[in-house]
C-alpha cells in the first residue's frame, strides 16, 4: 500500500501541501517574522516591502504573520473538532451498532432528532445562546456533526458483525471488547480516517465562515476568516488584503478534500 500511495501524484502532493501547512501551525512563533497583533498605524496598508513581505493591514499588523499564526487557529481547531467528534462517534456508533436493542433505539432516535434540522442552523443558535467564541463555535459544531459519523459508523459495524470471522470469534469465548477492539474497529478504521480527513476541509470552512460572521474567533487574534471580515471594507482600494486569508482557506480545504479523495480510492481498492 505504500508504493501505491507513493505512486499517486495527487496524493502525495496534497499530503505535501498538509504537512507544509501543519508544520507552519506547529512552528508559527519561529517562522513569523513579527507579533500578529501588534499595531502600527504609521506603516498602515502599505504594500509589500523589505520588512513587511506581503505588506501590512489597516492597522498596520504585519500580514505574513497574521497569516501564519491565522494557520494555527484555523487548522489547529479543525482538527480538534474532527479528532473530538470521530471520538465520539466511534463510541457510541460502535456500542449502538453492536448491541443492539434498546440502545441502539435510543441513541438513533436522538440523532434523528438532531438531523431533522439543519445543521449549520443549530450550531448557529448553540453560539448565539453560548455566546461568540472559539471555544464555544468548537462545542456548538462538535456537538451537532457527532450524529452524522454516529449514524455512519453503526451502519459499518452493523455490516462487519453479521461476517463469519466475528461468529466464529463469539464461538471461541471472546468478549465483547475484545470483539470490537480486535475485529470490528481495524476494519473500519480507514473508513473512519478518510471521512475525517474529508471532514477537515467542511470544519475548517464552518470556523472560517462563523468567524469572518463575527461569531467565532475575537479580536485581536489572527484567524483566516476574521481576516476576511477585517478587510471587507477595503475590497475595492486594497484587495489583496482579501485575496491572501482566501487563498490559504482554498488551498488547505482543497488539500484535504484531495487527499482524503485518494486515500477513499486507495481503501475502497482494498
Known amino acids: 500500500m505504500i508504493k501505491e500511495i507513493m505512486n ?44 513587511f513581505l506581503l505588506g501590512t493591514d489597516h492597522q498596520g499588523r504585519d500580514i505574513l504573520s497574521r497569516l501564519i499564526y491565522g494557520a494555527r487557529v484555523s487548522i489547529g481547531s479543525s482538527v480538534l473538532v474532527v479528532a473530538v467528534t470521530m471520538v465520539i462517534s466511534i463510541v457510541i456508533g460502535t456500542i449502538s451498532g453492536y448491541k443492539g436493542g434498546r440502545i441502539d433505539y435510543f441513541f438513533m432516535r436522538f440523532c434523528d432528532i438532531i438531523m431533522a434540522f439543519p445543521g449549520l442552523v443549530l450550531i448557529l443558535a448553540f453560539v448565539g445562546i453560548m455566546g461568540p467564541g472559539l471555544f464555544n463555535l468548537i462545542l456548538s459544531i462538535i456537538l451537532i456533526q457527532w450524529v452524522t459519523y454516529a449514524r455512519i459508523i453503526r451502519g459499518m459495524v452493523l455490516s462487519y458483525k453479521e461476517q463469519n470471522f466475528v461468529t466464529a470469534a463469539k464461538m471461541l469465548g471472546s468478549s465483547n471488547v475484545k470483539i470490537i477492539t480486535r475485529h470490528l474497529l481495524p476494519g473500519i478504521i480507514p473508513q473512519i480516517i478518510v471521512l475525517a480527513t474529508l471532514d477537515i476541509g467542511t470544519v475548517l470552512l464552518h470556523i472560517a465562515g462563523f468567524s469572518f460572521l463575527g461569531l467565532g474567533i475575537q479580536p485581536p487574534t489572527a484567524e483566516w476568516g476574521a481576516m476576511l471580515n477585517d478587510s471587507r471594507q477595503f475590497l475595492r482600494s486594497h484587495p489583496s488584503l482579501m485575496i491572501y486569508p482566501g487563498m490559504m482557506i482554498f488551498i488547505v480545504v482543497m488539500a484535504f478534500n484531495l487527499f482524503g479523495d485518494k486515500l477513499r480510492d486507495i481503501f475502497d481498492r482494498k
Open 8 to 51: 499517486n501524484k495527487l496524493l502525495v502532493f496534497s499530503g505535501a501541501i498538509i504537512v507544509l501547512m501543519a508544520f507552519v501551525a506547529v512552528f508559527a512563533p519561529y517562522l513569523a517574522p513579527h507579533d500578529p497583533n501588534l499595531t502600527n498605524l504609521a506603516v498602515r496598508l502599505q504594500g509589500p516591502s523589505k520588512d
